[in-house]
C-alpha cells in the first residue's frame, strides 16, 4: 500500500495539509496518517473534521496556540533525579497553559465525538503552572524571587560586585599615564574583574594577566588589591549556582510526578492540532464528508471532485462528477497526452485515501466511494537499471503483484496499462488483465492510448469507457470528464499542427486503414453531437433558473400582496370594532340621560327627554353605519345565519335586549323599545334570555314587503328564567327590565318557577331599590301563582 500512496502523491498532499497546523509536532502528526482500518473509525474521524470545521467558523471560532515541543523535557523526565533546563520547565508551563484554554472548549462539543475525546485526556494543575511562572523572569532565566535565599544572595553579590567595580576604576585612574589605557573601564575576563593597562605598565600595575586585545598591546590585569574581593563574589555566585540548581530540581521532581498526565495532555493537544489543521483544510476546499459504503454493496458517486494539489490554487483545478454502478468495476480512461488522464487516476486513488486517513478531500456534498482495504497504483515510469528492468519489465512485475493479491474490496489504480512493448501484444496482455479484474478487484482504473482497449466496453460487464474532453480546434484539453465514450489521441492532428509534413500525415493514415479512420471519424462526430448536446443543456439551464427566477418574482409578489391585504382587514377591522365601540357610548350616554329624565318624574319631560334620546341613538348608529359601509366590511353569508326574524337578539353596540323584525341581505332591522335600527347581521347574536315574539310580531315584514310600525308593547312583557342558576339570574333580568323601561311598558312578568324558591329569592334582592319599580309582587293563582313575580313600573 505505501508504494500506491508514494505514486498518487499521498505525502505531498499531507505536507501542504499539515502546514495548517501551529506545531511542529502538529505538521508530523498530520504527515505521518493512514488509512484507517475500518469505515467506522474513518466516518468518526471525518466526523471529527467536520465538527472543529464549524466551530471554527462559527461567530467566536478557535484559535489554537503555538504548542512547544516536549520531546527533550520528557526524556530528561524519565531519568531519576534529573533537573529539567529552565527552558524545559517553561515549555511544561506553557503546555499546561494551552490545555487549560483548550479545556473552556468542552461545553461546546459534542461528548461522543472525537474532538470531545481529545479534549477529556487534557491534563493542567493551575498551582504548579503559576509556581513555573513565578520561578522565571521575562527573559527565561531564574528570577530572584523565586526563593528567599536566592533573594538574599544575589543582593549580596549586586553589592560586592558594585564596590569592587568603583575600587578598580578609582585604582586604574590612580595609575601613571603612561600605563593608563585611554577611556578605558572596567571589564569581565574569565569571570574576574580586571582593568586594561599598557603592556609596559603590567609590573606598575600588579596583580594576575587575565587576556589580552588582539594586538596583545593591551593587557587585562585583576589587581592584587581585588583577588580577595573577587574570591568573596566567588563563593557568592557558587551559593547563587548551588540555590538555582536546587530550585530546579524541586520543580522538576514536582513535574515529574504528573510527568504521564503532561505527556498524555500534550499528546492530546498534537492530536487536536492535527485535527485542526484538517479542519481548515476542509474549509478552504470548501469539502463535504462523503458516505463510506462497503465495496458491492452500492455503487460510487462522485460529486465535484478535484485534486487536492490543484484545488488549491484558485481556478486551477476543473471538477468532475462519476457514476458507476455497483456492478461496474473497470474504468478504462483514454484519450491524448497531456490530457490529464494522470491526474484524474491520482485524483481518484486520493479522494479515497484521504478520506480513509479522516482528511475531508476536495468533494461535492452527496457523494458515495467504497472504503478500500487496500491500494494498487501502477503510475509513471518504474524502470530500475539495478534490477536490470526496463519500463515495460517494471509495469510487468507491478502487474503480476496486482493479479496475484488484489481483491474484491480493493483499488488498482494503472497508468498506461499495456504501454512501453509491442502495442497488439501489449493490448492484448492489458485486455486480459482487465477481463481478470473486473472479477477479481472492487475497482480498476485504467488510462490508455490503445484502440484495441477501447472495444472492452462492448464486452459485458467488463469495462466502461471514459474520456478526458479536449479542444480539437484549439488542441487544449478541458479536463472535463465524460462519461461512455473512448477519447481520440489526436497525435496526427497535434502533429499537423506542430509542422509535420503533409505527405507524411496522408501515409500515416493510409497505413492506419479504412478501420481506424472510420472509428476515429466516428468519435469526432460523437464529440461534436455530444458538445452541440451541452450547448443545448447549458441553454436549457440558463432559461430555466430565468424562469425559476421570475417564478420567484411572481411568488414574492403574491406574498406581498397578500400581506398588504391582511394588513388592511387588520385595519378594516380595528377602525370597525373603533366604530361601534363609539356608538355604543353615545348610545349608554343617551339611556343614562333617559333614565334620569325618567327619575324626575314629569310625564312631559320624560317624554321629551325620550325623544331626545332615540335622536341621540339614531345619530350614533348612522355614523357607525357609515362608518361600517366606507370599511366595506359584510357580514356572514346567509347560510351561516346565526338569527332569524322575529329573534330576541343582542346587538354588539349595546348591552341592551332588542327584537330582529326584518332582513335586507346582509344587514337587519331591529327595534328597541319604539327605536327602529338598520345594522350589519353580523353584529347581532341571539339572545337566549329574552322569550319568543309577542303577539304583535304580526307587525314585521321580510325585505321587499310592506313596513307597518310595531306598537310599544312589541318589547317583551315577560322573561323566562327558569333553567338558570342563581349567579346568571341578573344577567338575564337587568337587561329585561331596562328594554321594559325603555318601551315604557307598564309591568314586566317574571318567571322563575316555584322548586326551592332561590331564583324568586334572587329576584327579590334585585327588583328591591329600583326606583322606576313601583312594586313588585307575587302572581295571582292565573298569572302563574308562587312562581311569577310580577313587576310594575312608575
Not at 229 to 246: F, P, T
Request: glycine share 8%.
Amino acid at each position: 500500500m505505501d508504494h500506491a500512496l508514494r505514486v498518487i502523491e499521498f505525502d505531498r498532499v499531507l505536507a501542504a495539509v499539515g502546514e495548517r497546523a501551529v506545531s511542529e509536532a502538529g505538521r508530523a502528526a498530520v504527515r505521518g496518517l493512514r488509512p484507517l482500518p475500518d469505515s467506522a473509525s474513518a466516518r468518526r474521524a471525518l466526523a471529527g473534521v467536520h465538527e472543529l470545521r464549524e466551530l471554527i467558523g462559527s461567530g467566536d471560532g478557535w484559535i489554537l496556540d503555538p504548542i512547544a515541543p516536549l520531546d527533550g523535557a520528557l526524556r530528561r523526565l524519565a531519568i531519576e533525579d534529573a533537573a529539567l533546563e529552565p527552558a524545559q520547565l517553561l515549555a511544561c508551563g506553557r503546555v499546561m497553559a494551552v490545555a487549560r484554554a483548550v479545556r473552556r472548549l468542552e461545553a461546546r462539543l459534542d461528548p461522543d465525538g472525537l474532538p470531545a475525546e481529545h479534549v477529556s485526556r487534557l491534563w493542567g494543575e493551575a498551582a504548579l503552572e503559576k509556581r513555573i511562572a513565578r520561578t522565571f523572569d521575562a527573559t527565561g532565566a531564574v528570577a530572584d524571587g523565586a526563593s528567599p535565599e536566592l533573594r538574599r544572595i544575589r543582593r549580596a553579590l549586586a553589592t560586592r560586585r558594585g564596590r569592587l567595580v568603583d575600587e578598580l576604576t578609582r585604582y586604574a585612574r590612580s595609575l601613571p599615564e603612561r600605563v593608563r589605557v585611554p577611556d578605558a573601564s572596567v571589564t569581565v575576563r574569565n569571570g574576574r574583574y580586571c582593568i586594561p593597562v599598557r603592556r609596559e605598565g603590567k609590573a606598575v600595575a600588579g596583580g594576575l594577566v587575565h587576556d589580552a586585545s588582539a594586538s596583545r598591546r593591551t593587557l587585562f590585569v585583576e589587581p592584587s588589591r581585588a583577588i580577595e574581593a573577587m574570591n568573596e563574589i566567588r563563593e557568592l555566585e557558587l551559593g547563587e549556582a548551588r540555590e538555582v540548581d536546587r530550585i530546579l530540581r524541586d520543580l522538576s521532581t514536582a513535574v515529574r510526578a504528573r510527568a504521564p498526565e503532561l505527556a498524555d495532555s500534550h499528546a492530546a493537544l498534537v492530536d487536536l492540532d492535527s485535527l485542526r489543521a484538517r479542519a481548515l483544510f476542509a474549509d478552504e476546499m470548501d469539502a463535504a464528508p462523503p458516505a463510506f459504503v462497503e465495496p458491492g454493496s452500492e455503487g460510487i458517486r462522485v460529486r465535484g471532485a478535484r485534486h487536492p494539489l490543484l484545488a488549491l490554487d484558485p481556478g486551477g483545478a476543473v471538477p468532475f462528477d462519476l457514476d458507476l454502478s455497483a456492478d461496474e468495476r473497470v474504468l478504462l480512461v483514454s484519450g491524448p497526452n497531456a490530457g490529464g488522464k494522470t491526474v484524474f487516476l491520482k485524483t481518484l486513488g486520493l479522494l479515497s485515501a484521504l478520506s480513509q486517513s479522516g482528511v475531508l478531500p476536495p468533494l461535492g456534498p452527496g457523494s458515495r466511494i467504497p472504503f478500500f482495504r487496500r491500494f494498487f497504483a501502477v503510475i509513471g515510469d518504474e524502470q530500475s537499471i539495478e534490477a536490470s528492468l526496463s519500463t515495460f519489465g517494471a509495469q510487468a512485475r507491478n502487474l503480476a503483484g496486482i493479479l496475484r493479491e488484489a481483491g474484491d474490496r480493493d483499488i488498482v489504480l494503472f497508468d498506461e496499462i499495456g504501454s512501453a512493448t509491442d502495442p497488439a501484444e501489449g493490448g492484448a496482455l492489458a485486455a486480459a488483465s482487465l477481463r481478470r479484474l473486473a472479477r477479481q478487484a472492487r475497482l480498476t482504473v485504467a488510462t490508455t492510448h490503445l484502440g484495441d482497449l477501447k472495444r472492452l466496453a462492448d464486452e459485458k460487464a467488463v469495462a466502461v469507457n471514459a474520456s478526458l474532453e479536449f479542444d480539437g480546434t484549439r488542441l487544449e484539453p478541458t479536463y472535463r470528464l465524460v462519461r461512455d465514450q473512448p477519447g481520440r489521441s489526436y497525435a496526427l492532428v497535434i502533429a499537423a499542427r506542430l509542422g509535420v509534413p503533409d505527405d507524411v500525415l496522408a501515409d500515416a493514415r493510409e497505413r492506419l486503414g479504412p478501420e481506424h479512420v472510420s472509428l476515429d471519424t466516428l468519435l469526432a462526430r460523437l464529440e461534436t453531437e455530444r458538445g452541440e448536446v451541452e450547448d443545448l443543456r447549458v441553454q436549457l439551464e440558463r432559461r430555466a433558473g430565468a424562469t425559476a427566477e421570475r417564478e420567484r418574482d411572481l411568488a414574492s409578489r403574491e406574498t406581498a400582496l397578500a400581506d398588504s391585504e391582511r394588513s388592511a382587514a387588520r385595519r378594516r377591522e380595528a377602525e370597525r370594532i373603533a366604530a361601534l365601540r363609539e356608538a355604543r357610548v353615545r348610545v349608554e350616554a343617551a339611556i343614562s340621560q333617559l333614565e334620569t329624565e325618567f327619575a324626575a318624574g314629569d310625564e312631559m319631560r320624560r317624554r321629551e327627554a325620550k325623544r331626545a334620546a332615540r335622536g341621540e341613538v339614531e345619530r350614533a348608529l348612522r355614523a357607525s353605519s357609515g362608518a361600517l359601509r366606507a370599511l366595506g366590511e359584510s357580514a356572514p353569508p346567509s347560510a351561516e345565519r346565526t338569527v332569524g326574524v322575529g329573534d330576541a337578539v343582542r346587538w354588539s353596540a349595546s348591552d341592551r335586549p332588542a327584537r330582529l323584525v326584518e332582513i335586507r341581505e346582509d344587514r337587519g332591522v331591529i327595534e328597541v323599545g319604539e327605536l327602529r335600527l338598520t345594522v350589519p347581521l353580523g353584529d347581532l347574536t341571539p339572545h337566549s334570555a329574552l322569550a319568543g315574539p309577542s303577539s304583535g310580531s304580526a307587525g314585521v315584514r321580510e325585505a321587499g314587503g310592506t313596513e307597518q310600525r310595531r306598537p310599544d308593547f312589541s318589547i317583551a312583557a315577560e322573561v323566562d328564567l327558569r333553567g338558570l342558576r342563581v349567579e346568571e339570574v341578573e344577567g338575564a333580568l337587568n337587561p329585561a327590565v331596562d328594554a321594559a323601561v325603555v318601551g315604557d311598558l307598564p309591568w314586566l312578568r317574571i318567571i322563575h318557577g316555584k322548586g326551592t324558591g332561590a331564583l324568586r329569592q334572587r329576584v327579590g334582592q334585585l327588583l328591591s331599590g329600583d326606583p322606576r319599580i313601583r312594586h313588585f309582587r307575587a302572581g295571582e293563582s292565573n298569572e302563574g301563582g308562587t312562581g311569577v313575580t310580577v313587576v310594575e313600573f312608575e
